[in-house]
């Protein structure tokens, strides 16, 4: 798996507070930074503060030579709110990244079962899960 940098732009003082948590529980910046992310938890607010993020079934397709394949990714999380608006608020980039990260793997799929295997399904939250 190749490795990539995540940058962020801190002052001095807050880095080195960073670097004190860290520590604290025997991790590296960038262990930390991983486990926060797989820990937050933040329910989305729309502007009349009753949305809340609900989690939906989201259905992709590719045509891989000719053939339909299929997948299935549940528990996607997008933002509803019955005030404001009764449907599923699909963000494009979500859309995007997750189409982009789930395309090589039915992919892959596909071309190990010699084409014989057109429906994938997968769970949003081991997608999502760093390793």
Known sequence: MSKRYLVTEIKKEDKNKVKLKALKYGLSIDEL????????????????????????????????????????????????????????????????????????????GFIESKRKKTQFNFDYKLIESIN
Do not use: W
Request: aromatic letters at 4%.
């Open 33 to 108: 930074i991983v486990k926060s992310i797989e820990s937050f938890n933040e329910d989305v607010i729309c502007q009349c503060h009753k949305a809340r993020v609900k989690e939906v079934t989201y259905h992709h397709a590719i045509d891989v030579s000719g053939v339909k394949v299929n997948a299935i990714v549940d528990n996607v999380p997008t933002m509803t709110c019955k005030s404001c608006d009764d449907d599923a608020l699909f963000d494009l980039e979500l859309i995007s990244l997750l189409n982009n990260l789930i395309e090589p793997l039915m992919l892959d």
